[in-house]
């Protein structure tokens, strides 16, 4: 029992605690409860409620203060499915993530350009498989580890490359039309 209440202790403080590190090796980015670990560019409402991130207007970024080389990201992602959101990483301009400055692995079910929906790095890898995110959380995993990387949502591998265009930089949770959620955002550095 008093090995149980320490455990409880140990994980209630992890998802409370700036940047506090969790069960296998994951570092959480979002406390939970405000912004304070991350930049914020853009224009986007974000705001804070019941452990969400959340914003309806576009265009944002939230940025880790932190840079990463390789990694394993994870978090959980809700949008309409006419929202656009994303993960980007390895942004090689923090004043000015997107897809010129780094990789993002997108969330963006009606996307115009259909090889960049939700599923695909969009501009280096399609998606595998016809994802669609709206409506509904998803949990999205990437791994980034030199060149390689691999995007799997709720499982599912859906979109893996090779591509040495950026290999270090912070990573962003994005905001670019309609509504948006993060929650559970983490990651474990790759050695």
Excluded at 42 to 56: F, H, K, Q, S
Excluded at 63 to 84: C, H, I, M, Q
Excluded at 139 to 146: F, L, R
Aim: charged letters at 20%; aromatic letters at 8%.
């Amino acid at each position: 029992m008093r090995r149980t209440a320490a455990l409880l202790a140990l994980l209630v403080a992890a998802g409370a605690g700036a940047a506090a590190q969790t069960g296998g090796g994951f570092t959480t980015l979002f406390n939970g409860k405000d912004l304070s670990n991350w930049n914020v560019t853009g224009n986007a409402d974000w705001r804070v409620a019941d452990g969400i991130i959340e914003a309806t207007k576009a265009r944002g970024f939230l940025l880790t203060k932190e840079s990463y080389t390789d990694f394993e990201l994870r978090a959980d992602v809700w949008t309409t499915p006419d929202s656009n959101g994303g993960v980007l990483f390895r942004i090689t301009k923090p004043d000015d993530p997107g897809i010129e400055n780094g990789y993002e692995l997108n969330v963006n079910d009606k996307r115009a350009d259909q090889t960049g929906r939700t599923g695909s790095i969009v501009n280096v890898a399609k998606p595998l498989v016809q994802f669609d995110a709206g409506g509904k959380w998803v949990t999205v995993d990437i791994t980034a580890k030199g060149p390689h990387m691999v995007a799997t949502l709720n499982g599912i591998k859906t979109a893996e490359a090779d591509d040495a265009k950026y290999n270090s930089g912070p990573v962003s949770l994005q905001a670019a039309g309609g509504i948006v959620r993060y929650r559970n955002v983490q990651i474990r550095p790759l050695k």
